[in-house]
């Protein structure tokens, strides 16, 4: 079960963007495409997995992305380590979606279609049954199917995860919409996760690249479930300019602080959701690191103790053993830490001060603030004025389970 995660409800459709979904036969009669068409007035940006092992649909949606108006995501099959036969295939289903919505009156061409994939590493595709299933999808459009298109997109994960957001800028409301996946294979390293936001704002595509970049780094970025990054993350921005008679040029322009605001929440909040429903999570766990010189030392310290074995396993048992800790933070490779500045936080719980366990300090206490499902662990490092946060989850059975039986 996710942790602490709500069903998605009240989510709003985007001016210039309309959603199929169908099922190929993958999942069962469980949708497994989704099949995006936008406006022409559309402007696309993407972040891609830094994997060397870039999945075919990731080399083609990233080739394509200026271009673009059109998304078609599978799930099931990654489509990864297929080498040239892989891309032909996506190559495929890319030229099928262009057919279909030519055919229903939309405006596309294989130029213009962005294939994703997420599932099964290293299995071709079933190319006519996808292709079957995109047709389906087209003939189906509709403005509503946002949680349709986050269901479609599931693998391993428990629930749908959808956001919307609404900012007032300028006398223009505007709509912002995403979904996600994720479970498992989760250290997005942009550069299996797959994220997909629409605006219905017009944002010039320098700027809107520039907006991703930074919204990314701060949401997609900051979360760990393995510590392994995915052979096929993409997180892609889309902005329709049906809202509003004028184009969002420079950082700097009245109201656009507030329109990346609202773009940065929502990615956050898709980020946390796949943190709450990573695979066999019981607990939500923020990493805070205080007091350091940099935000690289800051992460680096956050993401050691985040990927820990040993932490994750803790923080399930509700083991609040400070050692651990301390080897986490002891080999995340900060140049010239000192231990006697360091200090340790279980929620409100002081368990080191100075280096040592703090004299205030008892196991009951500790076991106490791990007993819940929301833990805060915070780590000062005593040393300059940057904080950075990581969000991750601890290590439980289903875990293991999970991923032996992922094939079977």
Same mark, same amino acid.
């Given at each position: 079960?996710?942790v602490?995660?709500?069903y998605?409800?009240?989510?709003?459709?985007?001016?210039?963007?309309?959603?199929?979904?169908?099922?190929s036969?993958?999942?069962g009669?469980?949708?497994?495409?989704?099949?995006?068409?936008?406006?022409?007035?559309v402007h696309?940006a993407?972040?891609?997995t830094?994997?060397?092992?870039?999945?075919?649909?990731?080399i083609?949606?990233?080739?394509?992305?200026?271009? +673009?108006?059109?998304?078609?995501?599978?799930?099931?099959?990654?489509?990864?380590?297929?080498?040239?036969?892989?891309l032909?295939?996506?190559?495929?289903?890319?030229?099928?979606?262009?057919?279909?919505?030519n055919?229903i009156?939309?405006?596309?061409?294989?130029a213009?279609?962005?294939?994703f994939?997420?599932?099964?590493?290293?299995?071709?595709?079933?190319?006519?049954?996808?292709?079957?299933a995109?047709?389906?999808?087209?003939?189906?459009l509709?403005?509503?199917?946002?949680?349709?298109?986050a269901?479609a997109?599931?693998?391993?994960?428990?629930?749908?995860?959808?956001?919307?957001?609404?900012?007032?800028?300028n006398g223009?409301?505007?709509?912002i919409?995403? $979904?996600?996946? !994720?479970?498992?294979?989760?250290?997005?390293?942009?550069?299996?996760?797959?994220?997909?936001?629409?605006?219905?704002?017009?944002?010039?595509?320098?700027?809107?690249?520039?907006?991703?970049?930074?919204? +990314?780094?701060?949401?997609?970025?900051r979360?760990?479930?393995?510590?392994d990054?995915s052979?096929?993350?993409?997180?892609?921005?889309?902005?329709?300019?049906?809202?509003?008679?004028?184009?969002f040029?420079?950082?700097?322009?009245?109201?656009?602080a507030?329109?990346k605001?609202?773009?940065?929440t929502?990615?956050?909040?898709?980020?946390?959701?796949?943190?709450?429903?990573?695979?066999?999570?019981?607990?939500?766990?923020?990493?805070?690191?205080t !007091?350091?010189?940099?935000?690289?030392?800051?992460?680096?310290?956050?993401?050691?103790?985040?990927? +820990?074995?040993l932490?994750?396993?803790?923080?399930?048992?509700?083991?609040?053993n400070?050692?651990?800790f301390?080897?986490a $933070?002891?080999?995340a490779?900060?140049?010239?830490?000192d231990?006697?500045?360091?200090?340790?936080?279980?929620?409100?719980?002081?368990?080191?001060?100075?280096?040592?366990?703090?004299?205030?300090?008892?196991?009951?206490?500790?076991?106490?603030?791990?007993a !819940?499902d929301?833990?805060?662990?915070e780590?000062?490092l005593?040393?300059?004025?940057?904080t950075?946060?990581?969000?991750?989850?601890d290590?439980?059975?289903?875990?293991?389970?999970i991923?032996a039986?992922?094939?079977?």
């Amino acid at each position: 079960m996710a942790v602490n995660l709500p069903y998605p409800r009240g989510i709003k459709p985007v001016a210039g963007v309309a959603i199929g979904v169908a099922s190929s036969g993958v999942k069962g009669d469980a949708a497994d495409v989704a099949l995006f068409s936008f406006a022409p007035e559309v402007h696309i940006a993407g972040v891609y997995t830094q994997s060397a092992f870039k999945a075919a649909p990731v080399i083609l949606a990233k080739e394509k992305q200026r271009q +673009s108006n059109t998304w078609v995501i599978n799930s099931g099959n990654a489509n990864a380590a297929t080498g040239e036969p892989g891309l032909a295939d996506a190559e495929a289903i890319c030229a099928s979606a262009a057919l279909a919505l030519n055919a229903i009156g939309q405006t596309a061409s294989l130029a213009t279609v962005q294939p994703f994939s997420t599932g099964v590493i290293g299995q071709r595709l079933n190319v006519p049954a996808y292709q079957a299933a995109v047709e389906q999808a087209a003939s189906g459009l509709a403005a509503d199917n946002w949680l349709a298109a986050a269901e479609a997109i599931m693998t391993t994960d428990t629930q749908p995860k959808a956001v919307t957001e609404n900012v007032t800028v300028n006398g223009h409301t505007f709509t912002i919409t995403g $979904i996600a996946k !994720g479970a498992g294979m989760i250290k997005p390293n942009m550069a299996t996760m797959l994220a997909f936001m629409a605006c219905d704002a017009g944002i010039a595509p320098a700027l809107l690249e520039a907006t991703l970049s930074e919204i +990314s780094e701060t949401s997609f970025n900051r979360i760990s479930i393995d510590g392994d990054t995915s052979t096929n993350d993409c997180f892609m921005l889309a902005a329709t300019a049906q809202v509003g008679s004028m184009q969002f040029e420079t950082a700097s322009q009245e109201g656009f602080a507030e329109l990346k605001y609202c773009l940065q929440t929502v990615a956050e909040r898709l980020a946390q959701a796949i943190v709450r429903d990573g695979e066999g999570a019981t607990k939500f766990v923020t990493v805070r690191v205080t !007091g350091g010189l940099s935000s690289a030392e800051c992460l680096r310290v956050a993401y050691t103790v985040a990927e +820990s074995p040993l932490v994750k396993t803790a923080l399930f048992a509700s083991d609040a053993n400070w050692g651990r800790f301390c080897m986490a $933070i002891g080999r995340a490779g900060v140049e010239d830490l000192d231990p006697s500045t360091v200090s340790l936080r279980l929620n409100e719980v002081v368990v080191a001060e100075s280096g040592l366990v703090s004299d205030t300090y008892t196991e009951a206490a500790g076991s106490a603030a791990l007993a !819940g499902d929301e833990v805060v662990v915070e780590i000062g490092l005593g040393r300059g004025a940057i904080t950075e946060i990581v969000w991750t989850t601890d290590l439980s059975y289903d875990y293991i389970k999970i991923n032996a039986e992922y094939r079977t």
